[in-house]
């Protein structure tokens, strides 16, 4: 997956700043000129060589699936702290979701660039980070202890490429759903472990 690193590198300050200055030059030029960058270019513009970006990333796209994948780790943070204080589940999940989709409006050429992107898996754009996510969710909520089996990584696999299919299309305007109504009618297509968590996560 993107965000798998050696332990070793993320232990580097050095790694992990330039990976930083990787991800947020890159962020700022689809911003600005809406069209993806070179190798070349974003390493210029993030203050490295060439060969540095190679010891972060395969490609631009790649790059992409992990500044994406920075903003819904943030979001899944807030997911599992609103659950330990007590918030309504179905609340959380629907704003987690609806956070989810503001994220990839506002950055929706780069959501387009990392839509080209072949993980490892075989999954396309940011359908491996959806599935990393799920399995962070089943983490979290303690439903991969008592849930566990050859069953939940095919659901998995299955909801991750849902929930991409649904993002693609409202990112991209193509569904006539009112925007507000997307999370909501995405939240009541997920499977019951996430609907209906069996505990709250505890600290």
Not at 79 to 91: K, V
Not at 104 to 119: C, Q
Not at 172 to 192: F, H, Q, W
Request: net charge negative.
């Amino acid at each position: 997956m993107v965000s798998d690193q050696p332990p070793a590198n993320d232990a580097d300050p050095r790694f992990t700043r330039s990976r930083r200055a990787i991800a947020d030059a890159l962020a700022d030029l689809m911003q600005r000129t809406q069209s993806c960058p070179s190798v070349s270019a974003l390493s210029e513009a993030a203050g490295i060589h060439r060969a540095t970006f190679y010891n972060h990333f395969d490609s631009v796209e790649e790059a992409a699936v992990f500044v994406i994948a920075d903003d819904f780790r943030s979001l899944h943070d807030l997911n599992i702290s609103d659950r330990r204080m007590g918030a309504d589940p179905t609340a959380v999940a629907v704003a987690t979701l609806n956070a989810m989709l503001d994220s990839l409006r506002k950055r929706r050429s780069l959501f387009l660039l990392a839509s080209t992107w072949r993980s490892p898996s075989g999954l396309m754009g940011i359908g491996d980070l959806l599935l990393e996510q799920l399995r962070a969710l089943r983490r979290d909520l303690g439903t991969d202890e008592r849930e566990s089996g050859p069953h939940n990584s095919v659901e998995d696999v299955f909801t991750a490429s849902g929930v991409h299919g649904v993002f693609s299309a409202a990112v991209g305007g193509n569904t006539d759903c009112d925007p507000e109504e997307i999370a909501v009618r995405l939240y009541a297509l997920l499977p019951d472990w996430i609907r209906q968590p069996p505990q709250s996560p505890t600290t």
